[in-house]
């Protein structure tokens, strides 16, 4: 997602095995819906690496320097690339936990409205 204009993703690392079962789905979307990814998306960096042995996962640079990695192990090559199209969508910041559903910057002093209230 672009944060007033600037695209928030910065590199996307895509690592997958080329034996293990787990990495079927990620090498046919790296041969199928790759290239079309990359050239819809020319402000990414996108780099492809082989880990033997290992389960494959998308791993996502933002411009704030954080990243995050989403693992891709038994996914249709359609999974996978909704899985890259929500890490670029993303805007890179850290999940917050809200401690109220309702946030406000001045809380009632009476106390917030309930269904349950009776008159």
């Known amino acids: 997602m672009a944060l ?5 993703l910065q590199k996307l690392i895509v690592s997958y095995c080329d034996w293990g079962g787990s990495s079927r789905g990620i090498r046919a979307f790296m041969e199928s819906q790759l290239p079309a990814f990359k050239e819809g998306n ?12 290992q389960h494959p996962y998308l ?23 909704l899985q890259a199209t929500r890490l670029r969508n993303s805007l890179g910041r850290k999940v917050v936990k809200l401690k109220t559903r309702h ?3 001045h809380p009632s002093v009476q106390g917030t409205w309930t269904t349950a209230v009776r008159f």
């Open 42 to 53: 020319p402000q990414l960096e996108l780099i492809t690496e082989l880990n033997r042995g």
């Open 4 to 8: 007033r204009g600037v695209w928030q």
């Open 103 to 105: 946030v406000t910057q």
């Open 59 to 81: 791993k996502a640079f933002y411009e704030n320097k954080n990243e995050r990695v989403v693992c891709v192990k038994n996914l249709t090559p359609d999974e996978v690339l």
